[in-house]
């Protein structure tokens, strides 16, 4: 089992910044990638970022390459969001979420590969 527990979500105004954080605990060992997600409502999940644990190779949804940074500190179990000049459209509920079952890259961006998930935290972005 993996444990995911998200926080720094928040309040912000549009073109400020948020750094959200995951820390993970349990068998982490066995991680192959860990990723972003966010849903707004009424909308479904979809991806935000991605990186592999070994490696730290990074995947990006196209909405927010070059503005929202993903990172990881594999010595602390920690991943991390730093997100920039967010837009009102960023408002969501942000799931860090973990997967074992080493998907390969094709299906980093695809909720239904991860098997573990955290509870969310909130980011809201004012106009």
């Known amino acids: 089992q993996v444990q995911l527990v998200e926080s720094g979500g928040g309040l912000v105004q549009a073109g400020g910044s948020l750094r959200l954080s995951c820390a993970a605990s349990g068998r982490t060992f066995s991680v192959d990638a860990m990723g972003w997600f966010r849903q707004a409502p009424g909308k479904e999940r979809e991806f935000v970022a991605a990186i592999t644990w070994s490696s730290g190779t990074t995947y990006y949804a196209g909405s927010v390459k070059g503005r929202f940074t993903i990172s990881r500190d594999n010595a602390k179990n920690t991943m991390s969001l730093q997100t920039n000049s967010l837009k009102p459209e960023d408002t969501a509920v942000y799931y860090c979420?973990?997967?074992?079952?080493?998907?390969?890259?094709?299906?980093?961006?695809?909720?239904?590969?991860?098997?573990?998930w955290g509870q969310g935290t909130q980011v809201t972005v004012s106009s």
């Open positions: 979420a973990a997967e074992t079952g080493y998907i390969g890259s094709n299906y980093y961006s695809r909720a239904r590969y991860y098997n573990y």
